[in-house]
């Protein structure tokens, strides 16, 4: 049974930082894209940042670049975002997802695409 579990997820003040981790269990993280997207109430889950088998190659929102590090561990099994200079509009859910995609073709930004997803963790951030 596949599972992605987020943690790191909090209240944290304008211009603050968060990592969050999304720690997977049956599956080989190595054989997937990890991304990680978020959704604010009312909107749809909105790409944030993916990255490829061998952290090689990484994706951002346009919104996040320069801002938010996408990371990943193998070894762990393990996906992190450190999220910097945070913003009150990056206030969400962030889940994480699996993609199961050829490394040589760049990730999908669209959630449909992925084939596993975490549970997500809340990040607010206050003004």
């Known amino acids: 049974q596949v599972q992605l579990v987020e943690s790191g997820g909090g209240l944290v003040q304008a211009g603050g930082s968060l990592r969050l981790s999304c720690a997977a269990s049956g599956l080989n993280v190595s054989n997937y894209y990890m991304g990680w997207f978020r959704q604010a109430p009312g909107t749809e889950r909105e790409f944030r940042a993916a990255?490829?088998?061998?952290?090689?190659?990484?994706y951002y929102g346009e919104s996040v670049k320069g801002r938010f590090t996408i990371s990943r561990d193998n070894g762990k099994n393990t996906v992190y975002l450190q999220m910097n200079s945070l913003k009150p509009e990056d206030t969400a859910v962030y889940s994480c997802?699996?993609?199961?995609?050829?490394?040589?073709?760049?990730?999908?930004?669209?959630?449909?695409?992925?084939?596993?997803w975490g549970q997500g963790t809340q990040v607010t951030v206050s003004s």
């Open positions: 997802a699996a993609e199961n995609r050829s490394p040589y073709l760049p990730p999908h930004r669209r959630d449909s695409e992925y084939d596993y």
């Open positions: 990255i490829n088998w061998n952290g090689g190659s990484r």
